[in-house]
């Protein structure tokens, strides 16, 4: 069975597994395999993929554990040096470890809470935004309903030491992913917010509808610092800034890339199939399938609908994926990009069932623009970068939507 994500890649912490017996060597290359069949790129990104197989293959023998595999399996599948390539191992034999409920930034060289989940032991002992960690962080990680005890420092400078129950938060994300609203800065002037988690089927009709209500406003400010991915649905909201139809990004697989024989330029994009409107995974795979592993996606004419006033997308680190993908395609003459350098995590990724419930994603289409760029894992940098210190945090203020205020005015 197979399933796709286009979402960017979860990082997987692995525990202790019982020494059940397992056939180690056989999962091995079904692993192999399947990243040698599928992985988009014929050149491996410049890996030797069947030398890098036979030298971890050869040490398989040794292992006895779901955890000694994972670690094997996961250190192999790093060498090909990508995003959305990662091994998820079977929920009855070996789980990933779960946090807290809280999300860091690094600030500084510090670890600084930005985020805590309102359901967790956090939120209840009563921690606050701004707290560094002081404690090691890969202590906060184990088994789901186990205590972790960490120490932090408050925005006061004061130490505290805390015990906290482990639970799974912030995956699978909260839907839908968007929130917008308006807000008036002067009589008869308003400016809108819309606030994009992710892009996932049925994202294009939201856009719609946070369009439709943000039409009339003076300036628009996109947020998609916390964008970890999805699919191309995002293309539907570029569309309301785009000059009409025109080309915006093209998805290659493997049967197109190992046929063409050189590197995709200018030209190959232009050649390719035009499709418009598939805004869910089931017809974005589709299209590609369709059309042998090659596919120029197009923004839509929306007509009189189209925002022509200027827009701030803001992007953090935490900008990947399909997020990042948007950003990419918003590098329109009417719109300023704001915020810090993105994840550099763009590619799309497919899921692959493995023997005895393991399962491997694998990235099955690289990205490439109009005009022929590679966008394999390209980190985007933003016309108006802002740097954040933990007192912002400390004292709620957001820099980003400052900076982006300032330039509106």
Request: charged share 25%; glycine share 10%; net charge neutral.
């Amino acid at each position: 069975m197979r399933r796709w994500i286009l979402g960017a890649g979860l990082a997987w912490a692995w525990l202790a597994t019982s020494a059940a017996a397992a056939d180690y060597p056989a999962l091995f290359d079904k692993v192999w395999s399947t990243v040698d069949e599928n992985f988009y790129d014929p050149g491996f990104n410049g890996a030797d993929w069947k030398v890098i197989g036979e030298r971890y293959r050869a040490r398989v023998a040794g292992v006895k554990t779901d955890k000694e595999f994972a670690a094997l399996a996961s250190a192999m599948l790093k060498e090909i040096g990508t995003s959305h390539l990662y091994l998820v191992p079977p929920r009855a034999s070996s789980a990933a470890a779960v946090g807290v409920g809280m999300q860091f930034t690094a600030i500084a060289g510090q670890d600084i809470l930005t985020d805590i989940a309102p359901l967790s032991d956090a939120h209840a002992q009563g921690l606050l935004l701004g707290a560094r960690l002081v404690s090691p962080k890969d202590a906060l990680y184990g088994a789901l309903g186990t205590t972790a005890r960490a120490r932090f420092e408050d925005c006061e400078g004061r130490t505290r030491a805390v015990a906290l129950r482990r639970i799974a938060a912030y995956w699978p994300p909260p839907h839908p992913g968007f929130e917008w609203w308006t807000t008036k800065v002067a009589q008869g002037k308003g400016i809108g917010y819309l606030r994009i988690d992710r892009f996932d089927d049925g994202a294009a009709a939201l856009a719609d509808r946070a369009m439709d209500e943000l039409k009339d406003t003076a300036a628009l400010i996109v947020d998609v610092r916390e964008n970890s991915g999805g699919n191309a649905s995002g293309l539907r909201l570029q569309s309301y800034f785009a000059p009409g139809e025109a080309p915006a990004f093209a998805l290659f697989a493997r049967p197109f890339l190992a046929a063409l024989g050189h590197k995709v330029g200018k030209d190959d994009v232009a050649k390719v199939a035009k499709v418009a409107g598939a805004y869910t995974d089931k017809d974005i795979f589709a299209a590609v399938s369709a059309n042998n592993g090659a596919v120029t996606f197009w923004s839509e004419d929306v007509g009189a609908k189209r925002y022509i006033k200027p827009v701030v997308v803001l992007i953090g680190p935490d900008t990947g994926s399909a997020g990042e993908g948007f950003a990419w395609m918003m590098r329109l003459p009417q719109v300023k990009l704001v915020g810090r350098r993105t994840a550099g995590a763009l590619l799309s990724g497919e899921e692959f069932d493995l023997p005895d419930g393991w399962s491997l994603t694998v990235p099955v289409q690289g990205i490439w623009s109009a005009d022929g760029v590679d966008y394999r894992d390209r980190a985007l940098d933003p016309d108006i970068a802002v740097a954040w210190a933990r007192k912002d945090v400390c004292t709620g203020r957001d820099p980003d939507i400052e900076a982006a205020l300032a330039m509106l005015r």
